[in-house]
């Protein structure tokens, strides 16, 4: 099950740098000083053939940025959307044992669903730390507190905080509405609480390791590829473990209702 959320949220990060890529080419597009500015420094980076061959690379993908932008957007809908039936599948098996009826309409709805809200609870995490990080240091700034000792752990530890808090929602959205089930979420807060802090555990690894690789450049080529792909599949495997122990635990157990014979389970869909 989490080798092939691995493989498709993976594949995703493609076409996420192309729409990225569009973004960026459409917003230089209606900016011509801009435009020249980066081209002027790109030549002064890159002096000779080199620095005009990539301005000259830059200059196309600007012009064809709408045409990369349908590209990698219907590539990052593709890659989600099994990505996210994937991890849909894992948790019906899970809280279930079985996987319900397939309904080619309905599931894809729901994947594009949960790929929409997932994508806009990321965003709006990024977007509340920044205003926190922000908000913090104006008014440390205007209490004249900015140089106090500390000042760094503050602002690092209201971080940590509202992303526990962002993670906890999420494994909540996991652990419930994923998997389709119906039990209270005070009885699900254990788990989902569990999931946060090992999801931000393995955020400190993740980073620790890119760290560790960042002074070299091939180290960061090839190992930063590869440690992502293994921490996708550590994050896909911490999820499923988390479903799973918090399915078992004593009291979600025996507010599950029976289960009931049904079809074999879909385990390759």
Do not use: C
Not at 102 to 109: A, M, S, T
Request: hydrophobic share 55%.
């Amino acid at each position: 099950m989490a080798a092939g959320v691995t493989y498709y949220a993976f594949l995703g990060l493609f076409p996420v740098l192309l729409l990225v890529a569009s973004i960026v080419g459409l917003f230089l597009a209606g900016d011509e000083l801009l435009q020249q500015e980066l081209f002027t420094a790109i030549r002064e980076t890159f002096p000779g053939s080199l620095g005009n061959q990539l301005v000259d690379q830059l200059s196309e993908a600007i012009d064809g940025a709408g045409f990369i932008g349908l590209i990698g957007l219907a590539g990052f809908v593709y890659a989600g959307l099994r990505t996210m039936d994937k991890l849909r599948i894992g948790m019906e098996l899970i809280w279930k044992g079985e996987v319900d009826e397939p309904d080619v309409l309905r599931d894809n709805l729901q994947d594009l669903v949960a790929l929409v809200v997932l994508g806009a609870i990321g965003l709006l995490s990024l977007g509340l730390t920044g205003v926190v990080t922000q908000g913090t240091s104006w008014i440390l700034d205007l209490l004249s507190l900015e140089d106090t000792p500390g000042y760094g752990v503050l602002t690092w530890a209201l971080g940590l905080a509202l992303a526990l808090v962002v993670d906890l929602v999420v494994f909540l959205w996991l652990l419930r509405v994923v998997p389709s089930i119906s039990h209270p979420l005070r009885l699900l807060l254990p788990g989902a609480l569990f999931g946060a802090a090992g999801f931000e555990a393995l955020k400190l690894i993740g980073g620790y390791y890119l760290s560790l690789i960042s002074d070299s450049v091939t180290a960061s080529a090839f190992g930063g590829a590869v440690g992502l792909l293994v921490w996708i599949n550590l994050v896909a495997r911490f999820a499923f473990f988390t479903a799973a122990w918090t399915a078992t635990l004593r009291r979600v157990a025996s507010a599950a209702p029976p289960r009931t014979a049904g079809e074999p389970v879909r385990a390759d869909a």
